[in-house]
């Protein structure tokens, strides 16, 4: 490993261990998470194997060949998955410390029934393994989780959608850009849930109230110092007779660093695919962006 490329690795660390509740190494004694562990290994380097995993997307198997790269551990994908167990109380309670310390808890009057929801892959054992896709919700601030489904990752009503999961009146649903389609969203507040869903503006068309095309970048534009934000009311339109469905669109300019970050992510994908990037890509990558029909607060 070059050093360099090793500083670098620490520095990140220290940072976000600076980001770590003030009694994180005392939640991982207490919730038995450590039980077991070698007395020569610490619990950083214990969270720094479990954060590669649940962090960075590796799976299993890869992150023990990068944990004993970077010599923080020298364990088998078995063994991770049995710390991953026994560390499930300790994270959970780490995310509710985090939320504790930023004042992030729910309020009496907030809402009721907050639902975060999304998707992920699992694959079985072996290299000829099925994968499978993991349809979940969790109630926030339990962070229980309400609904569960698997399915199939090929084949037609198997992706990320927001059919895949009911709504009662009053939910209110928190859902990332893979479920950014028109009519799924449509469905959902018809059953009387209030959504949030990150804007991908591929999968949807925005119209003004008035019903002419939005100009997204126009408006996006008008953001030119970091952390700006502004929203703006648009349409939805639907498909059949359906009215089309009145949304806000609120955007955020990132940061100098995130927006370099996501545009190298973009032009590396665009190499990996082999096709150009389109010139609006670039500049939807400076902003975050979310449709939304929660009530306003009073």
């Known amino acids: 490993m070059e050093k360099g490329y090793s500083n670098a690795l620490a520095e990140d660390w220290e ?10 190494r005392r939640q991982a004694e207490t919730s038995g998470a450590l039980r077991g562990l070698r007395q020569d290994k610490s619990e950083e380097g214990y969270l720094r194997v479990l954060l590669m995993h649940l962090a960075c997307g590796f799976s299993l198997r890869e992150t023990v060949v990068r944990a004993k790269n970077a010599q ?10 049995k710390r991953l167990r026994k560390s499930k109380v300790w994270l959970r309670q780490l995310c509710c410390s985090l939320f504790a310390e930023r004042a992030l808890s729910s309020p009496p009057s907030g809402p009721p029934n907050l639902r975060l929801i999304d998707a992920s892959l699992v694959s079985e054992p072996g290299k000829t393994g099925s994968q499978w896709r993991v349809h979940y919700s969790l109630r926030w601030p339990s962070l229980e989780c309400d609904y569960f489904k698997l399915t199939p990752v090929e084949g037609k009503g198997h992706g ?15 859902a990332d850009r893979g479920y950014c389609h028109a009519e799924a969203i449509g469905q959902a507040v018809r059953q009387g849930a209030f959504i949030t869903v990150r804007l991908n503006p591929q999968s949807v068309v925005l119209q003004t109230p008035g019903g002419d095309p939005c100009r997204l970048v126009s408006k996006l534009r008008s953001l030119k110092v970091a952390g700006q934000t502004a929203e703006w009311e648009v349409r939805i339109p639907l498909e059949g007779k359906e009215p ?17 970050l996501a545009e190298k992510k973009l032009r590396r994908k665009a190499r990996r695919e082999g096709r150009q990037l389109r010139p609006e890509s670039l500049i939807y990558a400076q902003y975050v962006m979310v449709l939304s029909t929660f009530p306003r607060a009073p």
Do not use: H
Not at 72 to 81: E, I, K, N, R
Not at 160 to 170: D, H, M, N, S
């Open 72 to 81: 923080l551990a020298d364990l088998s994908d078995v063994a991770l998955l």
């Open 160 to 174: 990320e959608t927001l059919y895949q999961f009911t709504f009662a009146p009053g939910d209110f649903v928190l």
């Open 244 to 260: 089309p469905l009145p949304v806000r669109l609120c955007a955020v300019r990132k940061s100098a660093a995130a927006i370099a």
């Open 15 to 24: 940072l976000l261990m600076s980001f770590f509740p003030a009694d994180w």
